[in-house]
Every structure is written in C-alpha cells, then in structure tokens.
C-alpha cells in the first residue's frame, strides 16, 4: 500500500515491499524491480536497466556474502543516473538512521546511532569533513571544513563503523591542509534527525556592532514538526529584536517549506507555486492564503553552498525571487527530485531513496540546476580554514544594511 504526503515541505512517497528473501541475490532482485518500475525520469531505464546490465550486476551480487558489499554496487549503478535523493542505504551509514526516524518510527529521537555531528564528502576513498554541527562533538573537538580523516584508532576512518558500536574517546588521524595531528572525539548517541534540531538552538546567537544587533541562526533541517518549533521559538524569542538576520540554510538536510519562510514574510501572497512532474501527469499546487500575524520584516542576508539541498532550495528561491534577502555564497545543490521512499521495513538493515518525479518552482526547472546566489564568496573545500569567509560575508553584509543609530533622524546644523 502506498501514501502519498507531504512531509514538511519536500513531498516524499512512502511505500512498503513485502520481506524477501536477505541474501544479496534476492535483495538486488527487489532493488531492480522496484528501481525500474518506480525510477523517474522514465528515459533512465532504456539506458540503464538493460537485460545485459542486470545479468552482469546480479551475478556479482550473487557472489557476495552480504547487504554491506551490495551497497556500493548498487550505489555505482544509481550514480550513473545523475539524479538527486537517489541512493541505497545499509545500516552501517549515518543517514539510515536519519530516514528510518523520518519514515518509519515517524520520532525524531528513534532509532538512535552514534555520531559526531558532521557531514562529509569521500575523495579518493577519504572522508573530508564538509559541515559541522554547532555544538556536537565535531565542532567541541576543534574539526572543521576541508580536514581530511585518515584514521580512527588506527583503522580507515568511517563516518558510520569509526564510532559504532563503541564511540569513546576515538583517536582521529586528521590531515589539516600540510599538517597531520591527531585529535581525540567522543560521538553521542542521538538521531541525526534530533541532532539537526539541537544544531539549529546551538547555532543561534547575536553579532554587535556601533549600537546594532545581527542574528544569526543555522537551519539545518526542516524534517519534523520539532524542528519547525526549535526555529520557530528561536527566531521569535531570541532574534526577534534584531536589527537584521543572517539565516544560513548550508549544508544538513532538506525540508522546509512555506511554514518556514512565513517568519519572514507578511502574507503568502507572493510565495512559489509548484508542480510535480511524474510518469503519467504534471500536478499543481499553490500555497493557501495567510495572514502571519508575526514575521521579521528587517534586513536579511541568506547564506546557500553546494550543501543546500531540496526543501531548502525552495526558502533559497523565495528570498532571490521576490528580493526579500540577500543571497550570498556558492549555488546549491540542484536536489529537487520527488523522494521515494522504499523497503521503508524497520527490520530490514537496508534503505531505497529513489527519484519518482521531478518538481518544479513557478515552472522553473531546479533540479540538476540549483539556485545561484546574488553574490558569490567561495568557500574551498580543499583547504581548511580557521573563519568562515562566508559566514564573515554575510554578517558584514547584514551590517552593512542597518543604518547607523540616529543617522537617519538627525538634524542638520546650519552653518554660522
């Protein structure tokens, strides 16, 4: 039985498989199916489901011991497909854990795993931290963006089997720019999807500056009804007095949708409509008329990298479309795709992400695209850095949009 909904703003179907047989064979054999069925754009399967490719495949999935090595032959051939929230999962990496909360148990704190708190890219079979989460372990142990793991406790570092079962106390290898030092870090046990949502209330804080305030706030996520509340209550009772916000929607996960942006905007009149393209019809849909009875109506810098992905391209979009804020950094992901979610089974140590539709923003093409921003800084990857030159953009920025206190209501003096 299948249910279509939307889930915070990023609309994912959710679907169920019956339970097969687990051995590699027969778990490729349901991916194959299901993948061909489901896959979207259609045009993917002439070309890369053919009958000689699953001969191929499926004999080298027959040959192998478990799910573990399944996945990355599974994970090359949907790479192949260019298309985002497309992707197998096992239990051995983070984001299982992250989607099972999302779609399954449906509780942002269950089930839980032990993590860090940070993101991270591979590059020739190393793990370069990509984002950190504000207050967790990564951050607390001094990593930051572009450090390269090469071990953990002597072993090949890995974001999953690094810290699982035990997480204490790690010793990581750490190549930073020519330097190589080690720095210890001990993961906490939580859901990536809780973790998200305390990022969001660790992240917020005030920058002053010649009598005048900019906030800041980190959205990480917009993947549960608890995370809606964190940003919520945090821009509402803590950045509410601002004289203008930075709101950085980098890196995390996706989600969000209108209810985000209506802390910043008076009414929806001007919000984004948007279709969803699939097999068989192109659907609309509008957002619902409304008064928000509160919202910031000052200044606003956004900041967006290759990290901003899905729901959160549709806020980045907003902004840039009706010059609400400034948009600064590097162009997003381009991950706007209809999610699929299968072998959704919480006794099953595997996972389906799949694209089965396209969506589009006022007929706008996202997807593969992204949204670029009004003012470009970079932010290398391949060099670690001590600042943020995006995050010190923005807040210059930000400043840069608020008078000075009494410049505009002073009076001029004639001369004598």
Not at 46 to 57: E, K
Not at 180 to 194: G, L, W
Not at 234 to 261: H, S
Request: hydrophobic content about 40%; glycine content about 6%.
């Amino acid at each position: 039985m299948r249910r279509l909904r939307v889930a915070l703003g990023i609309l994912l179907v959710v679907s169920s498989c019956a339970r097969a047989e687990e051995s590699p064979s027969a778990i490729f054999d349901q991916f194959w199916r299901v993948a061909k069925e489901k896959v979207y754009p259609h045009d993917l399967v002439d070309v890369h489901f053919t009958d000689a490719q699953y001969q191929r495949l499926h004999e080298q999935a027959s040959s192998m011991a478990n799910v573990y090595e399944l996945t990355p032959l599974i994970n090359r051939l949907l790479s192949a497909l260019h298309v985002s929230h497309t992707q197998f999962y096992d239990d051995q990496t983070i984001d299982f854990y992250l989607f099972r909360s999302m779609f399954d148990t449906r509780d942002i704190a269950k089930p839980e795993v032990n993590h860090i708190g940070a993101q991270f890219m591979v590059d020739d079979g190393q793990y370069i931290v990509r984002e950190v989460l504000n207050g967790y372990p990564a951050e607390r142990a001094g990593l930051r963006r572009g450090d390269r793991l090469l071990k953990a406790n002597n072993a090949d570092f890995h974001p999953y089997r690094s810290f699982n079962p035990e997480g204490h106390d790690v010793r990581l290898l750490v190549q930073r720019n020519e330097e190589v030092m080690t720095i210890v870090v001990s993961a906490v046990r939580e859901n990536p999807n809780q973790s998200f949502e305390r990022a969001i209330s660790n992240s917020i804080r005030t920058y002053e500056k010649d009598g005048r305030r900019v906030g800041y706030v980190r959205l990480w996520s917009g993947t549960h009804k608890d995370i809606l509340k964190t940003f919520h209550d945090g821009v509402t009772e803590r950045l509410g007095k601002a004289d203008a916000i930075v709101l950085d929607l980098r890196g995390g996960f996706g989600g969000a949708w209108y209810d985000y942006l209506d802390l910043f905007f008076a009414d929806r009149k001007d919000y984004f409509s948007f279709s969803i393209i699939n097999r068989k019809e192109t659907l609309q849909h509008k957002a619902e008329p409304q008064i928000n009875k509160w919202h910031f109506d000052g200044p606003m810098v956004v900041l967006v990298n290759e990290g901003t992905r899905s729901g959160k391209e549709a806020l980045a979009y907003q902004f840039k479309k009706t010059g609400r804020a400034l948009l600064l950094g590097t162009t997003t992901q381009g991950a706007f795709s209809l999610g699929e979610a299968i072998f959704n089974d919480r006794d099953k140590p595997y996972f389906l992400l799949l694209s089965s539709a396209e969506l589009r923003l006022d007929g706008n093409k996202i997807e593969g695209v992204g949204i670029s921003p009004d003012v470009q800084v970079e932010y290398d990857l391949n060099e670690s850095s001590p600042v943020d030159p995006q995050l010190e953009a923005a807040v210059q920025a930000a400043f840069a949009r608020v008078p000075l206190p009494g410049r505009l209501n002073a009076i001029p003096v004639p001369p004598r």
